[in-house]
């Protein structure tokens, strides 16, 4: 089956600190990885798409200069939140697909970031 | 730019009744439509999706979805729920399957016994 792992689960920093965290598919190929953000009691906002071979696209309200993202290959993605506060903390899930028709997203169990 | 709305914030029902979930969307073109669970502290589970074809989908454990273009709507369905069916729900839309998803607010479901 198709799964996602996210390390770590949980961590903490202090405000002005930068934080990273991984995305790993076993089980299909992740042509591409979306980056989420859940703050605490909202939904899922999207940070940036990224797509093996191509350009990442970051949403608005999202930069490369603070959430850069690294995606070398089709079983692996990494995002650091750079200089972190405490409006950066929440859920941040990595949502993989395969690029076939109508692939759904698998999304892993998030890293949970808590600033100081 | 897509939007989705979920209406209902809270819905209490009790085991063994019928629920449904309203989820609304707007955007222009061909859309891309997925529910999402998430249980108390966890990540995100795959329940459904449409793209097009037949307009009732059907998810995992008892669960299905109807999409309908008139009323731009997907809403989440099931008969008879159980107390693990006690999560929030997120309906998700894209322009198309290869982009990110746009999020709806999300409906928490509390199942009683």
């Known amino acids: 089956g198709a799964l996602v792992y996210q390390y770590p689960r949980r961590t903490i920093c202090k405000s002005g600190t930068s934080m990273r965290m991984e995305c790993q598919a076993v089980?299909?190929?992740?042509?591409?990885v979306a980056w989420y953000r859940q703050s605490p009691q909202k939904t899922f906002e999207l940070i940036a798409l990224s797509t093996v071979n191509s350009a990442i696209k970051y949403e608005q309200n999202f930069t490369q200069e603070k959430f850069p993202i690294s995606h070398p290959n089709l079983s692996f993605s990494s995002m650091t939140v750079l200089n972190a506060y405490l409006e950066d903390r929440g859920l941040y899930l990595c949502?993989?697909?395969?690029?076939?028709?109508?692939?759904?997203?698998?999304f892993g169990p998030g890293t949970r970031l808590t600033v100081l | 730019t897509q939007t989705v709305s979920q209406s209902d914030a809270h819905v209490t029902v009790f085991e063994g009744d019928s629920v449904e979930l309203r989820c609304n969307y707007s955007y222009g073109g061909s859309i891309y439509l997925s529910w999402y669970i998430q249980h108390h502290g966890r990540g995100l589970q795959f329940l459904l999706k449409y793209y097009s074809g037949n307009p009732v989908v059907q998810g995992v454990n008892g669960f299905e979805a109807e999409f309908s273009k008139s009323d731009s709507s997907f809403h989440l369905r099931k008969a008879s729920v159980h107390w693990s069916d006690s999560a929030v729900y997120f309906c998700a839309v894209s322009a198309n399957y290869a982009q990110g998803l746009t999020f709806g607010l999300g409906t928490r479901v509390s199942v009683f016994p």
């Open positions: 089980g299909f190929q992740a042509t591409s």
């Open positions: 949502g993989a697909r395969e690029h076939y028709n109508y692939a759904e997203q698998f």
